[in-house]
């Protein structure tokens, strides 16, 4: 639901008060090599279904969340604070 | 049929009973040279141009909905070549080249009307950005010209110059700039290639792609296997979901554009505005509604329609612009879906896997590259080398390090 | 011009009498019309001229699906084109104009437009207006424009205000008819938080039409009641004259409050229109139905009416739509207006039922005809008869008013604007909603239900399924019984009509006939998008809310299928237009957005200082002393004086971000791509972020406070980027180090205080020592101003080269101290200075801004490539930066640039261009990112971004700036123009 | 320059009270705010509740993250007490003059507010005591319900007038 956004420390808020940066994709380590660097800054899978991505509670606590929302009902599933990490992404 | 006053006044005496169908609506052949996935302008238009100037005639291409359901239906129907990076300018200026004689080349009326496009500055910055632009656009002999504040005003009167947050200092303008009936380029380019011998499939989803030994042999559809020489994607805005056929990652994401209408107003602005302290652009249809749109509305989304908080955003940039347009009415809403690439620019490219062409990556700039786009990927499709103006639109460039990033952002979509 | 007012009935206020002017006519109505009752009432049939044919038109309906009617009310900056009469209620003074039409309303001469149709049927201008191309602008485009259109809108700007609100709830009911009613009643009286929104002045919805009682009261009385109620609760809000619009994710429904577009003189203090943003935990659609036009020859003839807004003419606003009437009807919802007509007295001349086997009884005076068809409505400006069609034959009868009805379409908009898409039923010869709608219920005729006791029990029903999904329990609220109604069974739809001979309208304001959509077929635009987009079907203002289904049932014959196969359009918001005003909210003019200001904003002001917007700051531009004539001569001053002796520079702009915790040094370790590590606390240094792709992000400096304390400055412009940055790589990256953030920008006014004097005048307000040995360059420290009544930070940095320190205070003091710095300064010389000095004082210095750092350079290209630590493990683009492209030979280097002839200024965005290269887009070999008159050089200097310029020094080449055609011939030299030993900063 | 004296300027000082029968806008006086940072993991409550019961007023703020407002301003070694006393738990970063405080009361406080904030602020949603931080039309601010009618609305420094001149805009209605 992109236009209230479930913030896990806040609850439902307007979309306007989050900053949204795209795929949550795990950063690989620094000796990763170049093909998976590449992919984590430009590849995308792009999925029509459900999404996790990064958005940040920009005008509330300012935390940064993992939400998976699906890109073709926009029906958010859940949202929890990016601290607690996102799954490995497939190479 | 060929159009033109005298069949509209022959036909109109005899009841209009006599116009045929635009286009015809064939069974797909087993088989094709090339197969165009994609019913939209870029699609049509690449058949079109391979007909047309490249002979190659047994050419499907094949829609999931009706042609021109994508985004060259659903945008603010604006063209210009105001661009500033080496590798985009000369293929946005083939573009507008191409626009300038299209009507009689495919002999429908689309409506180009070259009104000129304005874009605002507010700030000693813009400015400096425009005149480092119009300055590029000058050196590949695309016509721009930075006008001052006074000049904008005698242009645009009702622009607020009294009152703005952020007053307007200027604009950039390219005059040759202008907007087209959007729908009429798909079905101007769809009767052209039709007629040239193209077949145009619609109601037909490709939901796979066939491939022996690695190469590609055709696709999968909702009408059966159609086998292809060359399998040629256009499919932006779904770019991503057609190449995962492939198994191929793509550096897009998909995002909602919202564009919209007012009710039908006497003439009210002539020219392209765009504002340069928000979101807005502006330009008026023949019909009188006023068209205009703004940004992304951010997230990834295959759902063509946005939200309100976007809608808001946009409207109030506009009053902000032209505060007589406040009690002007918004009479719809529509959202298309982009493919925003990861640098803002298109690809036009063959990809690592044989007979597989691809087309996409258009972010919000596609309806205004649809002939140069038709015609560059006509020319990659028939002769394997990119057309000259479009060689930057490489898909390895994000790997090597060539993006073409106009607005510098990075590889942050939703930001292009 | 005959009286159509009823002596008695209706819901208007005959004591109150108002008039108006509708095209300068003095015209009287009451307080309760709409403007289109009062016209009516008046006998006003031609209000409206049609925007192809230029046909006379008149009221068709009474709400807000009005294809006809359409106005322009008020003037000046209130003036607001195609305002719906039905819509629009009546006010003391009202001006309405018609519209489109020249040069008066009954006699139009665009109404030639319709002799020449036949050659300007569905799309033919598509086929014509081609040559010569370059006619298009110039003739062919501008005529059409000039006669497309309809209200001419005003430039000027509007004096009234707008405003937003949210609102929140446990069921949004839309719609307040009898179902909406139902379901308001019985969630008001659980206690749940409820919103009930209705577009019209009155609630009510159909009962206000009614004649039916309800427990005895008259139809329009329970719903008076109902709502006196509803209002009474406290957990209850209602909304009328509010229109939901739009259905978005979430279950966020906009809306939006005509608050006072009903009045004569609007309250200033009070929005004319508010803007609702609902987010209902539950919503319950309660619109009901749209009656459907009937496509027959001259159905646009001003006299023909949709019969429910016949019954609503007469039974709400007490006016006749005619002296002898005709009702065309394929249901039985053409009886109960025929019944009302004759109980006000109105003569009907027949009923006319598509139906042969119609099975309702009549047992009133008019003549029934049964299994017929009006084939043509005749007239001009008004009707005067129509021809009925039965079995082949045809006969005429005279009349001035004809009511149609061709069934009902669920108004179902809002239920299809998050995808789903409508059901064909066969039952209902209707797209009835999607299913699986999640958060959104239907209750009442918007589902086909009839009747008004079955739609309020519906409503209740509904609303007590919902709120139990909420844990509200309550039971179905129960109602009196219904007499009088007359329930309309579903009927079967007529799209073709037989025997037409004129022309038989389908969307009425885009003048779309019945042959335009056969056309479309014919040429294979016979998808119901392309049959839309090709005639203009449904694309008025109206969205086709009367055409869109008729124009499917007639394309579904034309192409031999069934309406279900081929499909609606997309219904997308608005359901109603939406002014820029409401969507805008307070956010006009200059409070479009909000207004930044630092803290020594004030101090700037009285020092006489220009401003300019720097995102929503105000930034001191300039300060312009007397007799100085323009810009340049006070920056000029500026400048030389700063050098000469020193200057006072508001930097407050600046982002600035504590950076506490454990971690904290290793975190900017990370985040700059040059070392962080050794920074010994009471330092500064310079440190560039890198963007994850390689490319330089932002820069600034960051200095030790403490131990695990340190103070980062940011560039203005990104100083919100970079707080989202920071927070991204501590929160998301590295959650496992122990970093904290937070934004001091506002908690300090900090200055720059630059030049060789600077330490002499700081001194005198700085208790610490600050020599140049006690506090060298790069010394970063917290420290005691004016003998301890205050403290401070204290930066030995230089922006300008000078000998120079910025001094960070707490805001709320910060104008006392510069005043006192100032002061201090008076007999040293010192200046307030602006950023265009600084900005000159930056280039000579040949220190980059976002100018140079404009998303596209890697640090070599700026010389910083020793700042790209290879030593470290990993830092933020690290990973990138050596990519291919990035450090490719001829990538763009910074390099300063100077013309050969100093009397020659060049500019920023120029061009460089080889000495004697053609002006070509293969020849450029960069750009200008910043220049200024340099006083210390004594002419133009500029920084560009030139291939391989770092090895081009020396170098002649030509400055170009093809836009205004300048040709400054110049050299390419080394960026730094001032102090490249930078010998000052260290003294 | 020990005889200099020092002026504090409060950044709403040209604001005139608004009063109405509706609501009522008052700018606090600047006293104290300080960022409580706490390490992570780490649980401050025993410390913030030892604050709170001494008179100091705190404020949730985020995860980890809280405000000690006051209307007192806190002398340099006030502040120092303070910020060791938040030690080892969490660090305290002075916002004393980074944020205004804006008291909002009145009956029609929560409508006010509305026209700005998405958030639910119904009493039942948005109880006494509670506070978060939330976009008020295009300014982002840190709210506290203090009373069934009352809001403490705090905003950085640079964003004060132009809230307070919002503020007063969606209050003018009530203010017949």
């Given at each position: 639901m992109a236009s209230l956004v479930s913030c896990p420390h806040c609850g439902s808020r307007p979309k306007e008060e989050f900053t949204v940066k795209g795929a949550a994709l795990k950063r690989p380590a620094p000796d990763a090599g170049q093909e998976r660097w590449m992919d984590y800054v430009y590849l995308r899978d792009n999925p029509r279904g459900a999404y996790e991505e990064y958005w940040h509670h920009t005008s509330g606590c300012r935390r940064w969340l993992v939400v998976t929302r699906d890109t073709a009902t926009h029906e958010i599933a859940d949202s929890r604070d990016a601290a607690l990490g996102v799954p490995e992404t497939r190479a | 049929m060929r159009y033109s006053a005298l069949s509209v006044f022959l036909n109109g005496l005899r009841g209009n009973k006599g116009w045929g169908a635009a286009w015809?609506?064939?069974?797909?052949?087993?088989?094709?040279?090339?197969?165009?996935?994609?019913?939209?302008?870029?699609?049509?238009?690449?058949?079109?141009?391979?007909?047309?100037?490249?002979?190659?005639?047994?050419?499907?291409?094949?829609?999931?909905g009706y042609i021109g359901s994508g985004n060259v239906g659903r945008n603010t129907t604006i063209i210009r070549s105001n661009y500033l990076l080496q590798g985009n300018n000369p293929f946005y200026e083939l573009s507008m080249k191409l626009w300038e004689g299209l009507e009689q080349d495919f002999n429908f009326n689309a409506m180009v009307s070259q009104r000129g496009v304005v874009n605002l500055y507010h700030s000693d910055a813009q400015r400096d950005a425009y005149t480092r632009r119009g300055n590029a656009m000058r050196l590949h002999g695309v016509d721009a010209d930075l006008l001052d504040r006074e000049q904008v005003r005698a242009m645009l009167p009702f622009l607020d110059f009294d009152n703005a947050r952020f007053p307007i200092q200027g604009g950039l303008m390219q005059k040759r700039g202008g907007t087209v009936r959007h729908d009429a380029v798909a079905w101007g380019y769809a009767r052209g290639a039709d007629m040239r011998g193209v077949d145009i499939i619609q109601d037909c989803e490709v939901t796979g792609i066939r491939r022996e030994n690695g190469a590609v042999t055709g696709v999968e559809t909702t009408k059966g296997f159609i086998g292809c020489g060359k399998l040629a994607l256009a499919a932006a805005g779904n770019s991503s979901r057609v190449a995962a056929m492939a198994d191929m990652k793509l550096p897009l994401e998909s995002h909602v554009l919202q564009a919209f209408?007012?009710?039908?107003?006497?003439?009210?602005?002539?020219?392209?505005?765009?504002?340069?302290?928000?979101?807005?652009?502006?330009?008026?249809?023949?019909?009188?509604?006023?068209?205009?749109?703004?940004?992304?509305?951010?997230?990834?989304?295959?759902?063509?329609?946005?939200?309100?908080?976007?809608?808001?955003?946009?409207?109030?940039?506009?009053?902000?612009?032209?505060?007589?347009?406040?009690?002007?009415?918004?009479?719809?809403?529509?959202?298309?879906?982009?493919?925003?690439?990861?640098?803002?620019?298109?690809?036009i490219d063959r990809t690592h896997i044989d007979n597989l062409y691809l087309n996409s990556g258009w972010c919000y700039g596609g309806f205004k590259a649809t002939p140069a786009s038709g015609f560059c990927f006509a020319h990659l499709i028939a002769r394997n080398t990119p057309q000259e103006t479009a060689t930057a639109f490489r898909l390895d460039r994000f790997a090597r390090g060539f993006m073409l990033d106009e607005k510098g952002q990075g590889a942050q979509p939703n930001l292009h | 011009m005959t009286s159509y007012r009823l002596p008695k009935g209706g819901l208007i206020d005959r004591q109150s009498p108002l008039s108006f002017r509708f095209d300068g006519k003095a015209l009287s109505g009451f307080s309760g019309d709409s403007l289109a009752s009062?016209?009516?009432?008046?006998?006003?049939?031609?209000?409206?001229?049609?925007?192809?044919?230029?046909?006379?038109?008149?009221?068709?309906?009474?709400?807000?699906?009005?294809?006809?009617?359409?106005?322009?009310?008020?003037?000046?900056?209130?003036?607001?084109?195609?305002?719906?009469?039905?819509?629009?209620?009546?006010?003391?003074?009202?001006?309405?104009?018609?519209?489109?039409?020249?040069?008066?309303?009954?006699?139009?001469?665009?109404a030639l437009n319709s002799l020449l149709s036949p050659f300007l049927g569905a799309g033919f201008y598509y086929k014509t207006f081609m040559w010569p191309g370059a006619l298009w602008e110039k003739l062919y485009e501008p005529f059409i424009r000039k006669a497309a259109g309809l209200g001419k809108a005003t430039y000027e700007a509007d004096p009234d205000g707008y405003e937003k609100s949210w609102a929140h709830c446990d069921l949004l009911v839309i719609g307040a008819g009898p179902a909406g009613l139902g379901a308001a009643l019985t969630a008001g009286r659980s206690g749940a938080r409820v919103i009930v929104v209705d577009e019209h002045a009155l609630a009510g919805g159909s009962l206000l039409a009614e004649t039916a009682s309800i427990g005895g009261a008259t139809a329009a009385e329970f719903a008076r009641q109902a709502i006196a109620e509803l209002e009474s609760l406290p957990n209850v809000e209602v909304l009328t004259r509010t229109t939901a619009f739009g259905w978005y994710d979430g279950n966020v429904f906009g809306a939006v409050q005509r608050v006072q577009k009903h009045v004569a003189t609007p309250k200033d203090n009070v929005p004319v229109e508010r803007l609702w943003r609902i987010a209902a935990k539950r919503a319950l659609l309660a619109t009901g139905t749209e009656e459907r036009p009937l496509v027959f020859g001259g159905n646009d003839i001003p006299g023909v009416m949709m019969a429910g807004a016949a019954r609503s003419y007469l039974n709400r606003y007490g006016v006749a739509f005619g002296k002898r009437a005709a009702v065309f009807t394929t249901n039985d919802s053409g009886y109960a207006l025929a019944r009302d007509l004759e109980g006000a007295g109105v003569e009907l001349a027949a009923i006319v039922d598509s139906r042969a086997d119609?099975?309702?009884?009549?047992?009133?005076?008019?003549?029934?005809?049964?299994?017929?068809?009006?084939?043509?409505?005749?007239?001009?400006?008004?009707?005067?008869?129509?021809?009925?069609?039965?079995?082949?034959?045809?006969?005429?009868?005279?009349?001035?008013?004809?009511?149609?009805?061709?069934?009902?379409?669920?108004?179902?908009?809002?239920?299809?604007?998050?995808?789903?898409?409508?059901?064909?039923?066969?039952?209902?010869?209707?797209?009835?909603?999607?299913?699986?709608?999640?958060?959104?219920?239907?209750?009442?005729?918007?589902?086909?239900?009839?009747?008004?006791?079955?739609?309020?029990?519906?409503?209740?029903?509904q609303a007590s399924a919902l709120l139990g999904e909420l844990g509200f329990k309550v039971e179905p609220a129960t109602f009196g019984a219904v007499e009088g109604?007359?329930?309309?069974?579903?009927?079967?739809?007529?799209?073709?009509?037989?025997?037409?001979?004129?022309?038989?309208?389908?969307?009425?304001?885009?003048?779309?006939?019945?042959?335009?959509?056969?056309?479309?077929?014919?040429?294979?635009?016979?998808?119901?998008?392309?049959?839309?987009?090709?005639?203009?079907?449904?694309?008025?203002?109206?969205?086709?809310?009367?055409?869109?289904?008729?124009?499917?049932?007639?394309?579904?014959?034309?192409?031999?299928?069934?309406?279900?196969?081929?499909?609606?359009?997309?219904?997308?918001?608005?359901?109603?237009?939406?002014?820029?005003?409401?969507?805008?909210?307070?956010?006009?003019?200059?409070?479009?957005?909000?207004?930044?200001?630092?803290?020594?904003?004030?101090?700037?002001?009285?020092?006489?200082?220009?401003?300019?917007?720097?995102?929503?700051?105000?930034?001191?531009?300039?300060?312009?002393?007397?007799?100085?004539?323009?810009?340049?001569?006070?920056?000029?001053?500026?400048?030389?004086?700063?050098?000469?002796?020193?200057?006072?520079?508001?930097?407050?702009?600046?982002?600035?971000?504590?950076?506490?915790?454990?971690?904290?040094?290793?975190?900017?370790?990370?985040?700059?791509?040059?070392?962080?590590?050794?920074?010994?606390?009471?330092?500064?240094?310079?440190?560039?972020?890198?963007?994850?792709?390689?490319?330089?992000?932002?820069?600034?400096?960051?200095?030790?406070?403490?131990?695990?304390?340190?103070?980062?400055?940011?560039?203005t412009a990104y100083a919100a980027g970079v707080m989202n940055h920071l927070e991204f790589c501590s929160q998301a990256l590295w959650p496992d180090l122990d970093v904290r953030l937070s934004s001091v920008t506002d908690q300090w006014a900090q200055m720059a205080i630059a030049g060789p004097k600077s330490r002499t005048i700081l001194q005198a307000i700085v208790d610490d020592d600050i020599s140049n040995e006690a506090f060298p360059f790069l010394a970063a420290r917290d420290v005691s101003l004016f003998s301890g009544q205050l403290r401070g930070r204290l930066f030995r940095i230089s922006f300008s080269g000078e000998l120079a320190y910025e001094l960070a205070v707490p805001a709320g003091y910060g104008e006392s101290v510069a005043d006192a710095l100032m002061d201090a300064g008076k007999q040293h010389g010192i200046c307030a200075y602006g950023v265009e000095a600084l900005s000159v004082l930056r280039i000579e210095k040949g220190h980059v801004t976002h100018n140079e750092l404009n998303g596209t350079v890697v640090p070599a290209d700026l010389g910083f490539g020793k700042m790209v630590s290879a030593a470290k493990p990993d830092f933020i683009g690290k990973a990138m930066v050596d990519r291919e492209g990035l450090v490719a030979e001829d990538r763009p280097q910074l390099v300063g640039v100077v013309p050969l002839d100093p009397a020659q200024a060049f500019r920023t965005g120029s061009h460089i261009l080889a000495k004697d290269a053609a002006a070509t887009l293969e020849n450029d070999q960069g750009y200008v990112t910043s220049s200024c008159y340099s006083p210390h050089i004594g002419s133009t200097i500029g920084l560009a971004l030139v291939k391989r310029g770092s090895q081009r020094h020396g170098e002649d080449v030509m400055i170009w700036n093809g836009l205004r055609n300048e040709y400054t011939p110049g050299r390419l030299c080394s960026p730094v123009f001032f102090d490249p030993a930078n010998e000052k900063l260290h003294v | 320059m020990s005889k200099y004296r020092l002026i504090h300027r409060p950044a709403l000082s040209d604001k005139q009270p608004f009063n109405a029968s509706g609501i009522g806008l008052t700018a606090l006086p600047e006293g104290h705010v300080i960022h409580v940072l706490a390490e992570q993991g780490a649980d401050p409550s025993a410390m913030l509740k030892g604050l709170a019961e001494q008179g100091h007023s705190v404020r949730y703020a985020a995860p980890g993250q809280w405000y000690i407002v006051g209307d007192e301003p806190l002398a340099d070694d006030a502040l120092a007490a303070l910020l060791t006393r938040l030690t080892p738990h969490a660090e305290g970063v002075d916002q004393s003059h980074g944020r205004v405080r804006i008291l909002a009361r009145g009956p029609m406080?929560?409508?006010?507010?509305?026209?700005?904030?998405g958030t639910d602020l119904a009493l039942s949603a948005f109880v006494v005591g509670r506070s978060t931080t939330t976009l008020i039309g295009h300014i982002a601010a840190h709210i506290t319900r203090v009373e069934d009618h009352a809001f403490e609305i705090m905003v950085l420094r640079g964003f004060a007038e132009s809230l307070w001149d919002d503020l007063a805009q969606m209050s003018a209605e009530f203010a017949a």
């Open positions: - | 015809r609506s064939p069974q797909p052949k087993p088989h094709y040279d090339v197969v165009i996935v994609g019913g939209g302008g870029h699609g049509l238009a690449t058949a079109y141009y391979l007909a047309k100037e490249f002979g190659i005639t047994n050419v499907a291409v094949v829609e999931k209408v007012s009710e039908g107003l006497k003439p009210f602005i002539d020219c392209v505005v765009t504002f340069g302290a928000g979101h807005f652009y502006c330009s008026q249809s023949d019909k009188g509604g006023l068209v205009f749109g703004g940004d992304i509305d951010g997230y990834n989304s295959y759902a063509q329609r946005g939200n309100l908080a976007t809608v808001e955003h946009v409207a109030e940039a506009g009053k902000a612009m032209i505060p007589g347009l406040s009690r002007v009415r918004v009479l719809r809403s529509w959202g298309g879906i982009m493919d925003m690439s990861m640098d803002g620019s298109p690809i | 009062a016209l009516l009432a008046n006998g006003q049939r031609l209000v409206a001229r049609s925007f192809k044919y230029h046909r006379p038109r008149g009221i068709l309906t009474a709400g807000s699906a009005e294809p006809n009617a359409l106005m322009t009310i008020g003037s000046g900056g209130r003036t607001e084109p195609n305002t719906r009469a039905t819509m629009q209620e009546l006010y003391q003074g009202l001006e309405a104009q018609s519209q489109n039409r020249w040069p008066s309303l009954d006699l139009d001469i665009g119609a099975a309702i009884a009549w047992s009133g005076k008019a003549r029934l005809v049964k299994g017929a068809f009006v084939s043509d409505a005749k007239g001009g400006k008004s009707l005067s008869g129509i021809s009925i069609w039965k079995d082949g034959k045809s006969e005429t009868l005279d009349v001035d008013a004809l009511a149609v009805s061709g069934g009902f379409s669920p108004i179902i908009h809002l239920a299809c604007h998050r995808g789903g898409r409508p059901v064909w039923s066969d039952t209902h010869s209707a797209f009835l909603a999607p299913t699986k709608l999640n958060g959104l219920s239907l209750a009442g005729a918007v589902k086909a239900t009839s009747g008004i006791a079955a739609c309020m029990a519906d409503g209740a029903a109604d007359i329930a309309v069974p579903a009927a079967k739809a007529v799209w073709s009509i037989p025997g037409i001979k004129g022309k038989a309208f389908v969307d009425f304001q885009n003048d779309v006939h019945r042959k335009d959509l056969g056309l479309a077929v014919q040429e294979g635009y016979g998808h119901v998008e392309l049959a839309k987009r090709y005639t203009t079907t449904g694309m008025a203002t109206d969205q086709g809310k009367l055409s869109n289904v008729n124009a499917i049932g007639l394309l579904a014959e034309a192409r031999g299928v069934s309406p279900a196969d081929v499909g609606t359009t997309t219904f997308r918001p608005f359901y109603t237009p939406v002014s820029f005003g409401a969507l805008t909210g307070a956010y006009h003019r200059d409070h479009f957005q909000p207004v930044r200001k630092s803290p020594l904003h004030d101090w700037a002001a009285k020092n006489g200082a220009k401003f300019v917007e720097t995102g929503l700051w105000y930034r001191s531009s300039w300060f312009p002393r007397d007799g100085e004539t323009s810009w340049r001569e006070s920056v000029d001053r500026e400048v030389r004086n700063v050098r000469l002796n020193a200057g006072l520079c508001d930097v407050s702009m600046l982002g600035k971000i504590e950076i506490v915790g454990a971690d904290a040094g290793e975190f900017l370790n990370r985040i700059y791509s040059n070392g962080f590590a050794k920074l010994p606390v009471g330092k500064a240094r310079y440190g560039l972020m890198l963007r994850e792709d390689g490319i330089v992000y932002d820069d600034g400096t960051t200095s030790r406070i403490e131990e695990n304390r340190y103070f980062m400055t940011t560039t | 406080v929560e409508r006010v507010l509305a026209k700005g904030s």
